[in-house]
């Protein structure tokens, strides 16, 4: 069951992310086996690991017909509503080119344009996720992408689970292929014969999925390696332990390697919390999944008082960071390392997952100090542009000789100089007439 801990024994990180060598050097053959064989590789891998001959990859019109009767009205009115909220909260923070001038004629400015093509990849399995599929697409398209592409493993009766088509077509994906694991990423980083390649490559996926997105990096760009997911709870007397047992469990069913941690200077509280465990432990249709996750990577961290209690969240950066405190807006200055934020004892971290329209993607295994959840921002690149005047090269370009000079660069020197050149002959020129 889950520790009590004093807070400097603690630490989410976990190197799991790396993979171990046998996985490795299993994700590069898939890598280079595709790259070379394409299609053909693909249609070996996907009768391999999902049991499945395909020979076209692509979902047909009727299949997201169909999907759309096999999934209940009220999810799909439910995904409708998440969609809003995730729309109107990433349309905020779009980004405009722009342009400046100067007196003398400068024009410096920077060009934001969307990519053309990402590809999403949306895990299978024993669980399906459509509001990955929301959360993923939806940016990209207020981006401007104009290709939004997704592979994911097929089941054994070689179709998509349906609620994902339906996620898709709200979120206006343009190509669906049933493709998986690390095979997915080589296709969609090198091209086959029927999956064009991408840009980009954004979703979560299991170790073999993390580890191939890590080796293509650099041909495509990613999203990020995500490890497995985290929630800390910072609470006081003034929270609710059925609440706070429950939030911490809404992570630790996730996976085996989730962590989910209690931060609190309450040891009436933590005795309470651990208690409510494990009576809602007792009827998770995901127990086992969440006990080992308590067992291995929760832990309840006793500090002597909240300033502690903030020191040793600045320190985990936490994916997931919940201030079940008294006036939790009175100390949101004091969190420095944090994904996402939730304020309060409404603010239930499902909430985030799902509906709120914040971004579920968020930066894992203390990522937080550096990253950012997935936003526009990550569908967009940008150019600089620079329209140098004669007077601002006239007046600056001696300046930018002597750099040069000073980093040994002759040659960047020397193409300011010919123009220094010719503006002095001009000028002598006219002083001869």
């Not at 992310?17 to 590789?41: F, K, N, P």
């Amino acid at each position: 069951m889950i520790r009590l801990v004093k807070a400097d024994e603690y630490d989410t990180k976990r190197n799991i992310e790396a993979g171990t060598r046998q996985q490795q050097e299993a994700v590069r053959e898939i890598l280079a086996h595709v790259r070379a064989e394409g299609d053909q590789a693909l249609r070996v891998y996907t009768e391999k690991f999902d049991r499945v001959a395909l020979t076209s990859f692509r979902v047909s019109e009727g299949e997201y017909k169909e999907a759309e009767g096999l999934v209940s009205p009220d999810v799909i009115s439910a995904l409708k509503e998440a969609a809003a909220n995730i729309h109107d909260f990433h349309q905020r923070q779009v980004r405009q080119s722009w342009f400046t001038t100067k007196e003398s004629g400068t024009l410096l400015g920077q060009i934001v344009r969307p990519l053309k093509r990402v590809g999403l990849y949306v895990p299978g399995g024993t669980a399906a996720y459509p509001s990955s599929v929301l959360m993923n697409a939806i940016p990209a398209k207020i981006a401007g992408v104009k290709e939004v592409v997704i592979t994911t493993p097929p089941g054994p009766d070689g179709k998509v689970n349906p609620a994902i088509l339906v996620a898709a077509k709200i979120a206006g994906v343009n190509e669906i292929y049933k493709v998986g694991g690390a095979q997915a990423i080589a296709a969609l980083t090198y091209g086959t014969e029927q999956i064009p390649a991408v840009d980009k490559i954004v979703g979560p996926g299991n170790i073999y999925v993390a580890l191939a997105k890590r080796e293509v990096f650099g041909l495509v760009s990613i999203d990020m390696v995500a490890g497995p997911s985290e929630i800390v709870v910072l609470a006081d007397d003034a929270a609710n332990p059925r609440y706070v047992a429950a939030d911490l469990l809404s992570q630790a069913e996730h996976d085996p390697f989730s962590a989910a941690v209690l931060v609190t200077p309450s040891l009436s509280l933590a005795e309470a919390v651990k208690s409510e465990l494990e009576r809602q432990l007792a009827d998770l249709p995901r127990r086992e999944i969440a006990e080992a996750s308590l067992r291995d990577y929760g832990a309840i961290c006793l500090v002597n008082n909240l300033e502690e209690g903030f020191e040793v969240v600045n320190r985990l950066a936490p994916e997931h960071l919940e201030l079940l405190i008294e006036n939790p807006f009175d100390h949101l200055s004091k969190v420095e390392n944090a994904g996402a934020i939730f304020l309060g004892p409404y603010s239930s971290e499902p909430v985030g997952d799902y509906f709120a329209g914040t971004n579920h993607v968020i930066p894992t295994n203390g990522t937080a100090r550096f990253s950012s959840p997935l936003s526009v921002d990550d569908f967009i690149k940008k150019s600089s542009v620079v329209s140098y005047s004669r007077q601002d090269l006239r007046e600056n370009g001696r300046k930018i000789v002597a750099i040069a000079e000073q980093e040994g660069l002759t040659a960047h020197g020397r193409a300011i100089l010919e123009r220094l050149r010719d503006f002095e002959a001009e000028e002598q020129e006219r002083e001869d007439k």
